[in-house]
């Protein structure tokens, strides 16, 4: 058995998931190294349904995983009590108070109530709800809500939580506030993340790599830094527009992909893409303005991937 305190945070091998005959997910071969990691995929790309194989819900239909080396279909409890788990919903028992309810979520987890109880001040206090602690989850915001169920996720200090949309229903601030605090988790305490969002940007912001489903299937995984290495482009800007357009039409027929906006080109393919555009311009005649190395985003590499 793997050491569950080495490897990689997860993997994944011939896995599949079937609801009847709906195939909920399908996936080969996945490895997740440990880290601040983002789950992404439109609605329905099977997020949901991976989270609760990883936290031994419900079993895979075939195939095999594992979650710090351990098989959560088997080990189960050994599983939940490393990992913290922060779920969609926002469905919680309102006449309880937030520490109580922080401290009972770590006592399932299997701290004795002793300790529970301190880690769920401790916890409460590190997502800025300490003075709020004795408040009943009913009279408590929506972001105040999210921050519970982080502080509930990390109380009986995990080696990683999974997140299922923790900036769900949060106003622009409050969304900047949360991914401050899961960065923090992830830097200061060591704590590793799997973030599931379909919100590119709050993913770009945090997370050290990402894993892209789409119909249940992965369609990308790795580092951001790689991803966004495999996928180059160059921005060339004119001094005229019908320049502009006609270097375009040349590059499409060259086998470029080009975005046109007024005088500035967006230009991707394979290949060495510098050289076919110095191509290109040499034969128009085209006064070049700029030409440079496109900063590539999150965006462009997932819209690249899903289409």
């Known amino acids: 058995m793997t050491d569950p305190d080495s490897g990689p945070l997860l993997t994944v091998s011939g896995l599949t998931k079937r609801y009847g005959e709906t195939i909920a997910l399908d996936i080969d071969e996945l490895a997740v190294p440990r880290g601040v990691t983002g789950l992404l995929g439109p609605n329905g790309a099977g997020k949901t349904t991976l989270l609760g194989l990883l936290l031994g819900l419900h079993p895979p239909t075939s195939g095999s995983l594992t979650v710090l080396g351990l098989d959560p279909?088997?080990?189960?409890?050994?599983?939940?009590?490393?990992?913290?788990?922060?779920?969609?919903?926002?469905r919680v028992p309102s006449d309880l108070r937030a520490v109580d309810f922080v401290r009972h979520m770590a006592e399932i987890h299997g701290l004795p109530a002793g300790d529970a109880t301190a880690r769920a001040s401790d916890a409460l206090w590190l997502v800025e709800?300490?003075?709020?602690?004795?408040?009943?989850?009913?009279?408590?915001?929506?972001?105040?809500?999210?921050?519970?169920?982080?502080?509930?996720a990390i109380a009986h200090d995990p080696a990683v939580i999974f997140l299922d949309e923790p900036t769900d229903g949060l106003d622009p601030l409050q969304r900047d506030a949360m991914l401050d605090l899961i960065r923090r988790v992830g830097d200061e305490f060591s704590i590793s993340v799997l973030l599931s969002s379909h919100l590119l940007a709050e993913v770009e912001r945090v997370c050290d790599g990402v894993v892209i489903l789409e119909a249940g299937r992965l369609l990308k995984a790795g580092s951001l830094t790689d991803l966004r290495a495999a996928a180059p482009g160059l921005i060339v800007e004119l001094t005229d527009r019908a320049a502009a357009a006609a270097l375009a039409a040349s590059l499409?027929?060259?086998?470029?992909?080009?975005?046109?906006?007024?005088?500035?080109?967006?230009?991707?393919?394979?290949?060495?893409?510098?050289?076919?555009?110095?191509?290109?311009?040499?034969?128009?005649g085209a006064s070049l303005n700029r030409l440079q190395q496109r900063a590539t985003r999150l965006e462009d590499v997932f819209l690249e991937t899903v289409g």
Request: proline share 4%; glycine share 14%.
């Open 129 to 152: 709800l300490g003075e709020e602690r004795s408040r009943p989850l009913g009279t408590m915001s929506t972001g105040q809500l999210q921050r519970v169920k982080l502080a509930q």
């Open 73 to 90: 279909a088997v080990a189960g409890p050994e599983v939940r009590a490393r990992v913290g788990y922060g779920p969609e919903h926002r």
């Open 252 to 284: 499409r027929s060259a086998g470029c992909e080009v975005g046109e906006d007024g005088l500035q080109l967006t230009i991707t393919g394979e290949g060495d893409l510098a050289h076919r555009v110095q191509d290109a311009l040499a034969a128009s």
